[in-house]
């Protein structure tokens, strides 16, 4: 029955186990450890012969609910809940590399994963390309024989570039290198990266996952068996583990995943338009106008454009700042995937830290603005805008 559920009874339903009283909602187990009713039972489940608990790092029933239930939403195997979206990102970055290995990457990553690759990293011995990863041949012209992972986010953060997952990974299994997809910007409701030829996908789940803005989490979806076994014990040994607390409240929000995502979808297609054809506006980078790059990709890839745009402002430096200092409505804040609209200026904040070329480079030009759209009434987040650009 479970597997013919369209996605919105499947996201409310799927998980759960009973517990002894009808709980219709998984309780938060707020407990460190188990016990065993005897010796051998404890015996069993360290051996595995068993289902059940041992301690919460390694695993709890209401961290295991939210586990099951997006890797039913991912097509996956199973699940491993994160303490954050960067800790999934370690995880995945300590289970298939050793020193001597090499990564081909996006030049346009969420900024920590960059900055992990580039530091930490490195200075185990791991060595990274960063390419435009939404050009094929960059991609294969990267691959070297210790190429052992390629690491894509698609749309990536902020430029919303779109990459080709089928044909990356079609090239990957030639070379027999690991595919990982940091879905965060699609969530599972728009993209399934293993459905593509991904063999693991990622979440930060503080964002669409969980969208309330009130937590912080992450999750790595392995696509079988042996992949999940790989990538389990970096979790349950380097302590990347979730809070029964923060699991119940990421489960509780991905509940209405696909309402909130369709209604910010919604709002974001029409103030992509309204962005478009407003005079201070340079250009807007949203896949759901023509103009995208990738439009025809998206229309593939994606079952649609989200709720993420990026524009640029004719003024540049000056005219991003004024603009982040005069909205109203929408929230001036990094972060994105909630209910509220927030909006924020790479530039002079999110990747400061870059030179002008290295941003430039990646696409991140002075002028661009990146707003992710909330579930608002559309009339009020356009007129902030509107009000917003007319002082910029
Ligand atoms: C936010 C984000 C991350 C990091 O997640 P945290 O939960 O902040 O640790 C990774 N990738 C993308 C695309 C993100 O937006």
């Given at each position: 029955m479970k597997s013919k559920l369209g996605f919105n009874s499947q996201v409310i339903h799927a998980g759960g186990q009973k517990d002894q009283w009808g709980s219709v909602v998984t309780p938060i187990y707020q407990t460190s450890t188990f016990s065993f009713r005897d010796v051998e039972h404890g015996a069993a489940l360290f051996a595995g012969e068993e289902d059940g608990y041992i301690y919460s790092r390694f695993c709890n029933p209401t961290i295991a609910d939210l586990e099951n239930t997006i890797a039913e939403m991912e097509n996956g195997y199973k699940a491993i809940g994160c303490a954050s979206g960067m800790a999934a990102v370690s995880v995945v970055f300590t289970a298939c590399l050793s020193a001597g290995a090499h990564v081909v990457a996006h030049n346009a990553l969420y900024g920590a994963t960059l900055t992990i690759l580039g530091t930490i990293f490195k200075k185990f011995g791991v060595e990274s390309t960063f390419v435009d990863?939404?050009?094929l041949d960059n991609v294969k012209n990267a691959i070297?024989?210790?190429?052992?992972l390629i690491f894509l986010e698609?749309?990536?953060?902020?430029?919303?570039g779109i990459c080709d997952i089928q044909a990356i990974c079609e090239v990957a299994k030639q070379h027999n290198i690991t595919v990982c997809v940091d879905n965060t910007f699609c969530s599972p409701y728009l993209q399934k990266p293993l459905d593509l030829g991904a063999d693991i996908v990622l979440h930060s789940m503080t964002k669409f996952i969980n969208g309330h803005a009130d937590i912080v989490g992450g999750i790595v979806v392995a696509k079988n068996k042996e992949e999940y076994d790989r990538l389990l014990p970096s979790m349950r040994n380097l302590g990347f583990n979730m809070d029964p607390h923060q699991a119940f409240l990421a489960r509780r929000g991905l509940k209405t995943l696909g309402i909130r995502m369709e209604r910010a979808q919604e709002n974001a297609g029409k103030i992509a338009v309204f962005l478009e054809n407003?005079?201070?506006?340079?250009s807007v980078l949203y896949p759901?106008?023509?103009?995208?790059?990738q439009y025809h990709l998206a229309q593939r890839q994606m079952s649609g454009p989200g709720a993420m745009i990026s524009f640029e402002l004719k003024g540049g430096f000056e005219a991003g700042k004024t603009m982040m200092n005069s909205v109203e409505l929408a929230v001036l804040a990094v972060s994105l995937g909630g209910i509220e609209t927030l909006i924020q200026h790479p530039a002079s904040?999110?990747?400061?830290?870059?030179s002008k070329e290295a941003r430039e480079k990646a696409g991140i030009t002075d002028g661009l603005v990146r707003l992710s759209v909330g579930i608002e009434e559309m009339e009020d987040i356009i007129a902030d805008l509107e009000q917003a650009l007319g002082k910029s």
């Open positions: 990863t939404t050009v070297q024989p210790n190429t052992k698609t749309p990536a953060n902020p430029t919303i407003h005079p201070k506006v340079k759901g106008l023509p103009s995208h790059p904040m999110t990747h400061s830290k870059l």
